[in-house]
């Protein structure tokens, strides 16, 4: 984060001197587990997705207070 930023909003108590990216997750994690019988043509899957925290809105200075970091 520039270093004019950073005291922008350390005014306000928000002192970050990085930032994540918007709208990237921690973690981003997906598994799936498939089955498939051939002589019936029976096919089967189980599947799991799990997401992170993700920044919605990076915190900002406004012009008389600061809104923090938005998850």
Known sequence: ????EQ???ASFGLDETTRRL???PDYLLN?????EQER???TGGLFYNRVGETLVSGA????DDGNPDVF
């Open 60 to 63: 900002a200075r406004g012009t």
């Open 31 to 35: 598994f799936d587990l498939m089955y």
């Open 40 to 42: 019936t043509g029976w």
């Open 7 to 9: 005291e922008s909003l």
């Open 22 to 24: 918007q709208g990237q």
């Open 1 to 4: 984060m520039p270093q004019s």
